[in-house]
DNA sequence: CTGAAAGCGCTTACAG
DNA sequence: CTGAAAGCGCTTACAG
């Protein structure tokens, strides 16, 4: 082992016997090397342990080799503190790391506020010091077109994952409306004939668009206006539980519902319980997330589960390969899974 | 909002009436800078919006403002992967992201294999490329003498975060021993007397601090060699099925587990299930983690609840410290929690 | 208290 | 196919 710091590219050169400029094409993989010149500076490189000092590469003009991954910062803040644990994350640097490491890139994960003024704020700041040759954005950042627009103005390539089909960008994502088509044609399969959907918040368009998938699946099948309930909730635990207890207190009570996320799935269990409602006998229930508090909940939920990790990694991967001057641009549709456990079954009545 | 980019130090000298240096000067809060003149300077940089260019910071010499977090790569990978959860990630990031925040770091998360070869080479290869100010090594690598004197050798500053003791640097940690001790002890004033302990694996000095906190605290209790019985886990559940399986088909089986972690505590639930055993009247089961998997667990499990944010934090606390000149070096005791839930009860028999 | 100079380790045009 | 020059945006000594 090699215990010489700080090898630069000067001394490969050296060492080699060749100019910094030729070390440089080779660790960029530049064309123009002779193959007897590329091995003997490859030999000097593995020889002296050399790696390229990234903050030089950077200043040079080059690239960054950093990948930036953007998250909503409240929410994430919030299932830290609370000891929630956060399955969106992992899998966000599970899918993020391992892509970014592929490529010899490193990911840097940040967490930047949902109101729009502070957000430019933050993003500017981190872009600007950290110069990043790419950004991801996830819900319901990828929605917010002027933190966007900021990174277009920067001519820093912007991946949106849980976005769909928006221009000239790399947007990754799932059938957000086809997931929540397909959970609620199960429940109609079923029998269920009262659905009601609690629904996040709107300003993740994935909500939005789930709702319509639900909506129109019941529209489809000739069920009158009732037949889908919508309840408005945040995605939190404790509005869920007010719009349920509500719901399930009216005389038509739903037979089945479908949370826009677990933690709304878990408010829907604990009201059914509260109303003696029995799962899934009584009450079926469907997840629009499928973290590991899922599967060990008590009945385990059937549940959508999201391709997050996959989505992160080919934002990644499009990512670099548009700062490797590529065109990384399009749109990617990521398979979804509906996961059938042990909350849903034909109504009682 | 100032959309024009890339602002550099210059500018803000331009619109200062001031030189580079001056700026420099006033960004760093370094000395000898009349107010006014600072005022004046503050003035165009909020005007500007100009944000320090950190690559190029850290070629001029200075900090790179990065502090790289390690974790153990495969056992996260593997956590991930299984859509486990990653608990003891998040609270890193969590306690880790905060921190740097707030001292205007950046923390760049890395995976790094357990393999001292390859250990070595990855590391040498993340500080070359990023140059990080300082590194956070949490276990295993918190107890590799080889990858801490890398990073002596290189000058950067290592915490090491449940490291006890080890001189001239900085150690985070919890009493690992301690924590175990109240746990037996919980059980013994219980009336527990047929202990088991499910070790983690020994490449983890706290399993051993731990194991040794059990064994102390029943030769003081002035228990018989048998009462505390230690079984040979790997943190991971399969193989600490096999083991409860054998210890509770023994003639004295012990009435109560203490696991290393939480897979290995949910093993103990599903051993005993199998055993026709009930938690916790016929056996009692304590965790030596608190990850959100453990609240949910039916029945859920009393646990020792770790300050792994905590410790993150204070680690990347005392590393920015040093990297700003000042000593940060030092042992920092963080207090753990023995959270009392539904798996913990008096022995039936 | 303030500024002019040198240099960090690369890459990008530009020559040859 | 290869090299010499310039420059990226800062900070660190060094002057004054």
Known sequence: MTRQANITIEDVAEA??????????????????????????????????????????RMGGGKSYLILAVNDRQRTLDNWQAGRGNDWVDQMLYGGMTECEKHGYHLVFRLIDTDTESGIAQLSQVIASLRPDGVLLTPPHCDNEELVALLANRSIPCARVGQHDSADQINVFMDEAGAAAEATRYLLELGHRRLAFVAGSPEYGNSRRRVQGFREVLAK????????????????????????????????????????NDEMAFAALHTADRHGLSVPEQLSVISFEDTPGVRFSVPPLTAIKQ?????????CEKLIATARGENGSGNFELPYELVKRATTAPPDD
């Open 16 to 57: 080699a016997g060749v100019s910094r400029q030729t070390v440089s094409r080779v660790i960029n993989n530049g064309p123009n090397v002779k193959q007897a010149v590329r091995e003997k500076v490859e030999a000097a490189i593995a020889q002296l342990g050399y790696v390229p000092n990234l903050s030089a590469r």
């Open 221 to 260: 099948a000739g069920q009158p206006e009732e037949t889908g309930l919508i309840l408005d909730g945040d995605f939190r635990f404790d509005r869920a539980v007010e719009e349920i207890d509500k719901a399930l207190a009216s005389e038509n009570r739903p037979t089945a519902i479908i949370a826009d």
């Open 307 to 315: 391709p997050t990790a996959q989505m992160i990694a080919r934002a």
